[in-house]
């Protein structure tokens, strides 16, 4: 199970006929290829009886859909570079017939995609193994990355049997996206901000991930998963690692993950009397939903991080569904000055924040106060801004630069086995022992019990966004 220190030269995507790979990958592998980063061939593979020239013409059509700007050359050459290898996860033929077309195009070090059900890891990596693929190639895993720790134990289990943890690509596209990357970058390329980034100058954080549409069409598959699982062990926990980590000693991938992984263990076990769960009322109606369900499609919860840099700091999440607002941001709270000085024009002014949007925008702002005008010594709020996208441009979409990452071998941006284990850890007990959920109307911010997570820092900070 040895590793490789080359850039992959084939891409074999499991499940290319699927939803995930029209939707995201297909457009994401040709825009690899307009900028020059693909040059390899594709193989599909999937259990549909189809040719190549019918993936030829599903790619086009992902393709189109997406709104990618087209070259017409680029489009013709990426279109030839695919082909198809169809047959059943647990058959062993059709790992045969991979590694036969494989080395039919001169391929020893692939990247396999895995675009599948978590039912059919085991065949899938298994599979792999007997032929001899998991030996000096890479393996990108889609997440969720198991249920809970057991599953997440047991899918590892699976995967270690064949691949080496360095040979491993635990995928989840938030890590990819361009404004999570800048927060990384904000924190430490900017040294003016590390002196303050602690217990004795920050009050709270809060992490906001609402949308406002609900599960649209997806009840079935929501009500295996809830908030609690889609967003919050995975998504929202990575936030949380990002604001509170300390520099790494280097920008190597593991450096930067071990210090994650820090982070991760000092948070203590998350106990269900510090957790709200909601659920949209209608969310029942939808098709797929148990009409008795008790899938949360809101939660709201504190984290604790037990280190020195952050004890005593509240760590505040909301997420759900069928919101208010489609937001998803990072609230910095800095601690009022020892002694007010001036006042507000409407009472005390508020404390400092540092917002980190990262949808509907990607924008960094910091609000302070500054003297209104007139004969008073009166303070008023202004805003600090910087939109990313306007100064800098738009950078590329989160799965094109992942796939890119894991051809070259780079794993900063992928999540590491320690990581996921520790992430369940810190939900088990609210998984195992949740408390009811609470119902919200569509177009809220959530249940009114949820307010009382943030009732000992003044209340959940008013989404704004700054022009």
């Known amino acids: 199970m040895s590793q490789i220190g080359m850039r992959s030269d084939a891409v074999v995507l499991f499940g290319v006929t699927g939803d995930l790979a029209y939707k995201k990958l297909l457009p994401s592998l040709y825009s690899l290829a307009e900028r020059g980063r693909l040059g390899v061939p594709v193989i599909g593979v999937a259990r549909s009886d189809w040719s190549d020239g019918q993936l030829r013409e599903r790619a086009a059509a992902a393709i189109n859909e997406s709104g990618i700007a087209i070259d017409d050359r680029v489009m013709h050459d990426f279109l030839h570079t695919m082909t198809y290898v169809r ?55 889609e997440k969720p990355f198991g249920r809970d ?40 390329a900017n040294s003016l901000f590390e002196p303050i980034w602690n217990r004795h100058h920050i009050h709270s954080v809060q992490i906001t991930m609402t949308e406002k549409f609900g599960v649209e069409g997806r009840g079935g598959f929501y009500e295996e998963v809830g908030a609690l699982r889609d967003v919050v062990q995975n998504h929202l926990l990575e936030l949380i690692t990002i604001l509170a980590m300390d520099p790494p000693v280097s920008a190597d991938a593991n450096a930067l993950r071990d210090k994650k992984v820090e982070v991760l263990k000092a948070i203590r076990t998350l106990p269900p009397e510090r957790v709200v769960r909601g659920q949209y009322v209608g969310y029942r109606d939808e098709e797929g939903v148990d009409p008795q369900s008790d899938i949360e499609t809101y939660v709201a919860l504190e984290f604790e991080i037990d280190s020195w840099r952050w004890s005593g700091v509240p760590f505040l999440v909301r997420a759900g ?37 990262i949808k509907p925008d990607d924008k960094t702002v910091l609000t302070l106060q500054a003297k209104a005008p007139g004969s008073e010594m009166v303070t008023r709020p202004v805003d600090l801004a910087v939109s990313y996208e306007d100064s800098l441009g738009e950078g590329p979409e989160a799965y094109e630069q992942l796939i890119d990452d894991a051809m070259d071998g780079d794993a900063q941006r992928f999540a590491r086995q320690d990581a996921v284990e520790e992430a369940w850890r810190i939900v088990t007990p609210v998984l195992e022992d949740p408390p009811p959920v609470k119902p919200y109307w569509k177009g809220s911010w959530g249940p009114e019990e949820a307010a009382r997570i943030a009732a000992g820092i003044g209340g959940w900070t008013p989404f704004h966004s700054a022009h």
């Open 87 to 141: 047959g059943g996860y647990g058959e062993s033929a059709l790992y045969e017939r991979i590694d036969t077309r494989l080395k039919e195009v001169g391929s020893k070090h692939p990247l396999f995609y895995l675009s599948i059900p978590p039912s059919v890891f085991d065949e899938v990596i298994g599979g792999l193994g007997r032929v001899g693929l998991n030996e000096q190639t890479r393996v990108i895993v």
């Open 149 to 188: 720790l057991a599953t997440a134990l047991e899918l590892n289990r699976i995967l270690h049997e064949h691949f080496s943890e360095s040979a491993i690509y635990r995928i989840d596209h938030f890590l990819g996206k361009e404004p999570v990357q800048n927060l990384l970058v904000f924190r430490f």
């Open 321 to 357: 569904k069928a919101m208010k607002e489609t937001i998803t941001e990072a609230v910095v709270e800095f601690k009022a000055p020892p002694r007010l000085l001036f006042g507000a024009a409407d009472g005390a002014p508020p404390p400092s924040q540092l917002r980190f949007h």
